[in-house]
């Protein structure tokens, strides 16, 4: 008897077990060693998995490979965005649309090793953990230069964020339903995972490899994309630039009492041109009591805008695995009183 009350989603949800969600942008040179890897990994486990691989707008041959690979590969699940919307917003598609009891998030690079999910779900498991970490042990095989900025990065954080921040630990990790459904909860814009995910204080766990050259084709995250993301960790998490601006007016407003002796003392040695004491005093004053108010007004703002801030990250062009025309095709936030749903206007058609 079919039970009329449920859904055919949520039948699907409950028979996937694992998730594994691959955010790709021009891979079509990985994608070959990928799937020779992933493949038999994903098949020994004997668990009922797919593969969500969400193409991040590529303009080279990903998709066409992709929609080749399921006619032989049926957990392989194809989520296109209608343009390039940046990696964690691609992340965020994936793991909105999971289905498994767990999900793992995997880059295409294979420089994170596909082997290590098998031991993050037997971890997750035999503890009870609803998230388990991917942690560097070894990055040899990244440059110099790649070390230090990313070592630079996990100290900043730790110290702005906090120390729960796992250090050498990016988006390669397991989460739980219950993780993910937190995470799906949470309005953060833009979504920075290897910040937001400890901050959930779920019980977690780690796992550790050595990190990997990238397989084929060129890095998604050049020095310019690494600085923008480091802005979005510290500006997402901390207001501590908005307190730096409240400090510097603070010490500003210190050196000009120091300054204010100093023309008093040479006003009184009468060793100062006409009006110069005046000026110079009215000048660093107004310019400290500027700087205190700014970084006080800053805290206020920075949360205003914190919380007001809600525009779309991305945009589902197809899911092909899509039961039904999902609410998050369209990553708007819950319309406003007077408003209406702007997904009802805007289509998003499914593939078979």
């Known amino acids: 008897m079919i039970d009329m009350h449920h859904d055919p989603a949520d039948r699907i949800e409950s028979s996937v077990e694992l998730s594994v969600v ?66 964690q917003a691609a992340l965020t598609a994936g793991l909105h649309r999971a289905r498994g009891h767990y999900a793992a998030s995997l880059d295409a690079d294979l420089q994170d090793p596909p082997e290590k999910i098998p031991e993050m779900l037997a971890l997750a498991r035999s503890q009870h953990l609803d998230i388990v970490y991917g942690v560097r042990a070894d990055r040899s095989t990244d440059t110099g230069f790649k ?10 954080m730790r110290r702005v964020v906090g120390n729960h921040v796992p250090a050498q630990a990016g988006d390669f990790r397991l989460l739980s339903r219950g993780a993910l459904d937190a995470l799906k909860a949470l309005p953060d814009q833009p979504q920075v995972y290897r910040l937001l ?5 779920f019980p977690s766990g780690e796992v550790t490899y050595h990190r990997s050259q990238r397989v084929a084709g060129q890095t998604k995250y050049p020095l310019r994309k690494m600085v923008l993301l480091a802005i979005d960790s510290v500006i997402g998490f901390s207001v501590a630039p908005l307190r730096l601006a409240t400090w510097l007016g603070t010490l500003a407003f210190f050196v000009c009492l120091g ?25 660093l004053f107004i310019g400290a009591v500027q700087l205190i108010c700014l970084g006080l007004l800053g805290e206020y703002i920075g949360r205003i805008y914190s919380a007001v801030r809600q525009r779309p990250t991305y945009y589902v062009a197809h899911d092909t695995g899509a039961v039904h025309v999902p609410t998050t095709d369209i990553a708007w936030p819950t319309p406003r009183h007077g408003e209406g749903n702007r997904n009802d206007s805007l289509g998003s058609p499914s593939l078979p």
């Open 22 to 87: 691959i955010p790709m942008f021009n891979e079509e040179e990985a994608l070959p060693a990928l799937v020779e890897r992933l493949r038999p990994v994903l098949d020994a486990t004997g668990e009922a998995y797919e593969v969500v691989a969400v193409d991040d707008g590529s303009t080279d041959g990903t998709v066409e490979q992709l929609m080749a690979l399921r006619v032989t590969w049926p957990q392989l699940r194809v989520v296109r965005l209608r343009r390039n919307s940046g990696h």
């Open 147 to 156: 070390r230090r900025t990313a070592g630079a990065y996990y100290w900043l």
């Open 197 to 201: 995910v400890p901050w959930l204080g």
């Open 259 to 283: 300054v204010f002796l100093y023309t008093l003392t040479v006003y009184a040695a009468g060793d100062t041109a006409p009006g110069w004491t005046s000026l110079i005093i009215a000048v």
